[in-house]
T-cell receptor
Framework: RKEVEQDPGPFNVPEGATVAFNCTYSNSASQSFFWYRQDCRKEPKLLMSVYSSGNEDGRFTAQLNRASQYISLLIRDSKLSDSATYLCVVYNFNKFYFGSGTKLNVKP | GAVVSQHPSRVICKSGTSVKIECRSLDFQATTMFWYRQFPKQSLMLMATSNEGSKATYEQGVEKDKFLINHASLTLSTLTVTSAHPEDSSFYIC????????????????FGAGSRLTVL
């Protein structure tokens, strides 16, 4: 079983839509959680850390469910510029584990 | 915020030559750096963990004699692809572990811009 699993998508949504991604992780002792964004042929960039209590940054909301071992990312009012691949990242025991990424296409 | 500089961004070389990629943490000390490889439309694959002053830890299936990693200082790690072959053509990305935003209690990864290697 992979450490981190994500639906690869693609998610094709119109501008203004709300879209949600989920990610599951296998190690219940995992310590930290993140969402990264990767544009085509570019390096991943940190979008947001995921806190146990859930956290929001503008149009983006991240939540963690330790009991079910999943992390979610909600994007409201999607913009064309949100089109990218979103990577779920889990940290435990000095290693960062990456999901394969979920591709989002926001269309006019 | 933390910045990681990676150089060169793009390199084209002939088969059989060696290529060195540098990764520098510009405004923080990175005792640990990570090297990843990404093939087109695939996910990041961790190649090795580079520890300052000690030998790198390689992931299963990664040849340590082919991918030489040196982490001689707290701000510099290098990856040398020795005797490169066309199948080594890929996007190589380094990252360093820095500190996350206050309250997160977490270390976050900051990535270099990546090096696109093409072996002819």
């Amino acid at each position: 079983r992979k450490e981190v699993e994500q639906d690869p998508g693609p998610f094709n949504v119109p501008e203004g839509a709300t879209v949600a991604f989920n990610c599951t992780y296998s190690n219940s002792a995992s310590q930290s959680f993140f969402w990264y964004r990767q544009d085509c042929r570019k390096e991943p960039k940190l979008l947001m850390s995921v806190y146990s209590s859930g956290n929001e940054d503008g149009r983006f909301t991240a939540q963690l469910n330790r009991a079910s071992q999943y992390i979610s990312l909600l994007i409201r009012d999607s913009k064309l510029s949100d089109s990218a691949t979103y990577l779920c990242v889990v940290y435990n025991f000095n290693k960062f584990y990456f999901g394969s990424g979920t591709k989002l296409n926001v269309k006019p | 915020g933390a910045v990681v500089s990676q150089h060169p961004s793009r390199v084209i070389c002939k088969s059989g030559t060696s290529v060195k990629i540098e990764c520098r943490s510009l405004d923080f000390q990175a005792t640990t750096m990570f090297w990843y490889r990404q093939f087109p439309k695939q996910s990041l694959m961790l190649m090795a963990t580079s520890n300052e002053g000690s030998k790198a830890t390689y992931e299963q299936g990664v040849e340590k004699d082919k991918f030489l990693i040196n982490h001689a200082s707290l701000t510099l790690s290098t990856l040398t692809v020795t005797s490169a072959h066309p199948e080594d053509s890929s996007f190589y990305i380094c990252s360093a572990r820095g500190y996350g935003d206050p309250g997160s209690g977490a270390n976050v990864l900051t990535f270099g811009a990546g090096s696109r290697l093409t072996v002819l």
